[in-house]
């Protein structure tokens, strides 16, 4: 079973960037994503890559502001934030899917069965 830590959150100006950080341990071929919540609403999808790093998708909300990768070699997956705006409020989470597929990028929430305990990030106007 993988663990999954995040890092990189914190309070930033509208505008700004942020770089977010998962480091994974443990065994396992897993597609991965970023989510988020914001206060009183449902966790929802922000971006994913496939194994392989080479397939990304993103929510239109983010999609030519945040980039997600991952370095396989150093077991981590990044979310570059750009050009943040206060409704990029949230806690943002990193997950795991398992799949024997390398260029899958997995969108279902459901078949995400790892998750990271989140990280702050707040966009101040």
């Known amino acids: 079973q993988v663990q999954l830590v995040e890092s990189g959150g914190g309070l930033v100006q509208a505008g700004g960037s942020l770089r977010l950080s998962c480091a994974a341990s443990g065994r396992g071929s897993y597609a991965m994503g970023w989510f988020r919540q914001a206060p009183g609403k449902e966790r929802e999808f922000v971006a994913g890559?496939?194994?392989?790093?080479?397939?990304?998708r993103y929510a239109d909300s983010v999609k030519g502001r945040f980039t997600i990768s991952r370095d396989n070699a150093k077991n981590t997956v990044y979310l570059q934030m750009n050009s943040l705006k206060p409704e990029d409020t949230a806690v943002y989470y990193c997950?795991?899917?398992?799949?024997?597929?390398?260029?899958?990028?997995?969108?279902?929430?459901?078949?995400?069965?790892?998750w990271g305990q989140g990280t702050q990030v707040t966009v101040s106007s």
């Open positions: 890559i496939g194994r392989g790093g080479g397939n990304t």
């Open positions: 997950a795991g899917a398992p799949t024997s597929l390398y260029n899958t990028v997995v969108l279902a929430t459901s078949e995400y069965n790892t």
